[in-house]
Every structure is written in C-alpha cells, then in structure tokens.
C-alpha cells in the first residue's frame, strides 16, 4: 500500500506562528497530494507534488518531498484561525489514492 | 457550478434495511469514487469506478454494491444495512490521467445504523 501516515495527529499553535505536517508512505510514488477537510466538510485539494520534484509552493503553503527517505511536510506559514482544519496526505502509486488518518491542526486566535 | 452533490445528508436507518446514496458530478469526469471515513481511521476506498460502466473494489467494499450507469452519476448501494456501517460517506470524481488527478469531494452523507 503506498498509504500516507501523517504526523503530528494533532497540532495546536497561535496565530501567526508557522504549523508543519509531516506525511511517510511505503511505496514508490508518482505523485503526493495533501488535502485539507473543515469539520463536516469534504476534503479539499491543495497541492500536488511531483515523484521529480523536491518542492512547491503555493501561497502560504510550502510542500517538500524526499523520496529517498519517503516523505513529504507541509508548512503552513504565518498561520489563521481560518486554517483549522485536519490536513491529509495521500500518495499516488499504480493503484487509487490511498488517504492517511490525517493531522489536526487548530490555530488560536 | 455545483461540483459533486452528494444526496441524502443526513439518514438513520435500522439494522437490515436498504438504501441508497447518490453521487452526481458536473465537471465531466471519467473517474468516480467512494469512501467512508471514521473517527481515528481516515478515508477508506469502498468502490472506485474509471469510467460509465464500470465498477472496481477498493480497501473495504464488503457489505456495499455500486453502479455507474450514467458517467456524472455513481450510486452506492447497502443491502443489508449492519451497525458497521455507521459512517459518513464521500464522493470523489477525478479527471483520467497516467497518474492519480486531485480529487473533488462532495460534502458527505452521515448514515446512522441502529
């Protein structure tokens, strides 16, 4: 399975202060994708993240990915109380993604 | 642009009864899938489908059945409904590709089983 653990599970700071997730998976990948779900909400695309690229941008969110080491971290700068949210990591292989059980970010206003 | 429509929100059901939950996508995508998420477990695949006329099981798709009759329509189906089966449930559609596409979700439908 080429699930994606994320870590911390849970992640409380106070706004303004910068949140980074961190995502581990088992298998080789084409591509890592990280989602994020507002409660009693569905999931939400944010970024994808190429098997050939080390990392992305896209507005406050950074990506990074080593695939020697099967991992990937989402950082989340200067962080809102917008932004309370669980965040899921999902790595993409041969089959359908696979969804981690997630990291629970609150950010404190 | 509705995006995915997940119909009913909200259903209680008793043991043994049968029901139905629709998923309806206007983005035109070829890929649909379905999924259950429960406390501290994630989203797990029940039945995925790569195109009108076809279905495939994923990680957890025993006690479920899908159809994919029309391309912007994907229907999960219980038969039997268990206590097992209380959870709140997700569509997903995806555009094709040699790789997984990002997804787009629909709100869920939380399914109650007494």
């Known amino acids: 399975s080429q699930q994606g653990e994320e870590d911390p599970q849970a992640l409380s700071i106070q706004e303004g202060e910068n949140a980074t997730m961190n995502c581990s998976y088992k298998?080789?990948?084409?591509?890592l994708q990280w989602y994020r779900q507002n409660s009693g909400r569905g999931l939400v695309h944010l970024i994808l993240i190429r098997s050939n690229e080390r990392e992305k941008h896209s507005g406050r969110l950074r990506v990074t990915l080593d695939t020697s080491k099967k991992s990937s971290s989402l950082l989340i700068t200067a962080s809102r109380a917008a932004d309370t949210a669980s965040y899921f990591c999902a790595a993409s292989g041969n089959t359908p993604l696979v969804f981690g059980k997630g990291t629970r970010l609150s950010v404190i206003a | 642009n509705a995006g995915v429509t997940q119909t009913p929100k909200f259903r209680v059901l008793k043991t043994g009864q049968s029901m139905t939950l629709l998923c309806a996508q206007d983005m035109n995508h070829e890929y649909m899938y379905w999924y259950r998420q429960d406390p501290g477990m994630g989203l797990r695949l029940i039945h995925y489908s790569v195109g009108e006329g076809t279905t495939a099981k994923g990680e957890v798709p025993d006690g479920y059945n899908v159809s994919r009759l029309k391309k912007q329509n994907f229907l999960l189906g219980l038969e039997s409904a268990a206590p097992s089966q209380t959870s709140v449930y997700f569509c997903a559609s995806s555009p094709p590709g040699p790789a997984n596409q990002p997804q787009h979700f629909g709100d869920g439908t939380r399914l109650s089983i007494l």
């Open positions: 298998t080789s990948i084409n591509n």
